[in-house]
């Protein structure tokens, strides 16, 4: 079970966004890329086939799983992962630091 998944709201630990809160759009295999953060410069060719109009844009860029840390809202700081089986057999993950559940 992966500990960052999809839509989990992240703080970011190192780099420029440091201190940064978002939400995790898309996990690749060591990779996360955050809504709105660790944005580049991209310039883009036109293409006039497919409607593309070129020029320079911003694109979000993938993060380090590494640089990311769930983000605990109860304590309003960045909180480690664990597993555990919960009273009906099913796995779930929670907050090392208070053992409230992630929904």
Known sequence: M?????NDEVIIITGKDK?????????LESKVIVEGLNLAKKHVRPNPQAGVQG????????????????????TEKADRIGLRVNAEGVKERFFKSNGEAIV
């Open 2 to 6: 992966a500990k960052i998944k999809q």
């Open 55 to 74: 020029g320079i844009e911003s694109k979000e860029m993938p993060l380090s799983i590494s640089n990311v840390a769930i983000y605990n809202a109860e």
């Open 19 to 27: 201190g940064s809160i978002g939400t995790v759009t898309k996990v």
